[in-house]
Structure formats: C-alpha cells, structure tokens
C-alpha cells in the first residue's frame, strides 16, 4: 500500500499551488482522506479532510477559504488545491487514509501515510 504525495514546489507569496496524492496497493474509496503538514521545528498538523464520498470536507482555521480538498475515486486520488499562500504555509505536506472511525482532524485517526511533499513559499 502506497500513497504518493507530488505537487510541491517553491511558490511567491499570494500564488497557488496543487498538491496530488495517488493510492497505490489498494482502493481507498471507503475511507476519509487528508492532508496533513509539518513545518520545520513543529509538530504535524492537520491541514484538510475529505470523507470517502466527497461529500464532507473539513479543514484547519488557518487554511479555510484558502485551500480546497477534492477526490477522484475512479482514479483513486486526492487533491489539495491551495490558493492565496502565505509564507507560513512552507512545511511537508503528507496525504494520509483515514481508519475506519478515526478522527479526521487526529493524527492517530489515519492508517497509512504518504512520503511528503515539500511547499516552500516565498515571501
């Protein structure tokens, strides 16, 4: 089981960026998915989620209004389309699928893990 988190990149303040993560090894159609990140010298924190459906989709204060999380369970992805950045956005973005019943916005609600994918943003 594989989750592949691309889309990173340096970005100027006030741009956009679209953060992909692609499954691997198995569907995860029926699971919630999210995004999380980890800013340098801080713990991980819970960026957006979306449930299996795409129906519900939740985020962290500091990034409502600016990003949106979608899916495609077709192709078996989840997207994080971040608009109006800000220089502290910089951290490792990771993708991860939600357990069964976990807590969307709780780093031990999910089960398995992407790599990271590094957004840098300049001021």
């Known amino acids: 089981v594989q989750l592949q988190a691309s889309g990173g990149g340096l970005v100027q303040a006030g741009g956009s960026l679209r953060l992909s993560c692609a499954a691997s090894?198995?569907?995860?159609?029926?699971?919630?998915m999210g995004w999380f990140r980890q800013a340098p010298g801080k713990e991980r924190e819970f960026v957006a989620a979306?449930?299996?459906?795409?129906?519900?989709?939740y985020y962290g204060d500091s990034v409502k209004g600016r990003f949106t999380i979608s899916r495609d369970n077709a192709k078996n992805t989840v997207d994080l389309h971040m608009n109006s950045l800000m220089p502290e956005d910089t951290a490792v973005y990771y993708c991860?699928?939600?357990?069964?019943?976990?807590?969307?916005?709780?780093?031990?609600?999910?089960?398995?893990w992407g790599q990271g994918t590094l957004v840098t943003v300049s001021s």
């Open positions: 991860a699928a939600n357990r069964m019943g976990g807590s969307v916005g709780s780093l031990n609600g999910y089960i398995y």
């Open positions: 090894g198995r569907t995860f159609s029926s699971n919630a």
């Open positions: 979306i449930s299996w459906s795409g129906g519900i989709t």
